[in-house]
């Protein structure tokens, strides 16, 4: 099977890494040349490329069976050219890795069916783009965690914790790529899927152990605890997808 991912970042390279040692064709698109001398020095097929421009070779892209696009790009009109570019050519599944962002923060606990979504965000406008294509997949990550990105360091340099008693919605590396595959893996089209850790406890307490862990001074509070909040329901991936989360608890992630 030949996949083509479109983004080579935190999430897309990793992905394409794990992907390929598994026998899966890859070809994985950076929006800078130099970076894809060092893509192909690692033995990854790589292409320049940027949603909304033109490819000189659209077959190296377009063509391949499943096309997951894991870029943090909020560009509604260079995701409309994107469905455009992809309709007309011969790519046969698409899965779109968006954000748990698109659900409001309103107290309440979201699955997919949830109807409480922020409709000015551009990712939920991109969503909609997205389901046009006759064979999409939409996985909704909650906040990324793993390698690179310790929790324990996103309060640091005089940060304000924000609405410190509101519940935490986390995930881990290895099951995002983990999910992917399973999407992959089980042919599971036309749907959507949360990705997010099974406990969610709330900011202050997880935020100060994670400080504590590094041996960080513990994060500044807001003094008004209330705000908004919300917890993300992750059962859909177990239940639909059969996916055994390596990272179910918060506290005990590897970095």
């Not at 009109?77 to 992809?86: S, T």
């Not at 999910?179 to 997880?206: M, R, T």
Request: aromatic content about 8%.
């Amino acid at each position: 099977m030949k996949i083509g991912i479109i983004g080579s970042g935190w999430l897309g390279l990793p992905l394409a890494k794990h992907l390929q040692s598994n026998g899966y064709e890859m070809v994985l698109t950076t929006t800078h040349q130099d970076k894809v001398a060092e893509l192909q020095g690692k033995n990854i097929n790589a292409i320049q490329y940027a949603i909304g421009d033109q490819l000189p070779e659209p077959d190296r892209l377009f063509h391949n069976d499943i096309i997951v696009i894991a870029i943090t790009s909020k560009d509604v009109e260079a995701f409309d050219i994107l469905i455009d570019q992809l309709n007309q050519q011969t790519c046969k599944k698409l899965v779109y890795i968006s954000s748990t962002s698109v659900y409001q923060n309103n107290g309440l606990s979201h699955d997919e069916t949830s109807q409480h979504l922020n409709q000015d965000n551009p990712i939920w406008k991109i969503e909609q783009l997205i389901q046009t294509h006759p064979s999409s997949t939409i996985i909704r990550f909650a906040g990324l965690v793993g390698p690179g990105r310790h929790p324990g360091r996103f309060f640091k340099n005089g940060r304000i914790l924000k609405n410190p008693t509101a519940p935490v919605n986390l995930i881990h590396l290895d099951d995002c790529i983990g999910i992917i595959q399973s999407v992959i893996l089980n042919q599971a089209w036309n749907q959507i899927f949360n990705g997010c850790a099974d406990n969610h406890p709330p900011k202050f307490e997880y935020y100060t152990k994670m400080a504590k862990l590094l041996k960080l001074p513990p994060p500044e509070f807001e003094k008004n605890t209330a705000g908004s909040q919300k917890i993300v329901d992750n059962q859909k991936s177990k239940t639909v997808l059969g996916y055994k989360y390596t990272c179910p608890d918060v506290f005990n992630m590897k970095y």
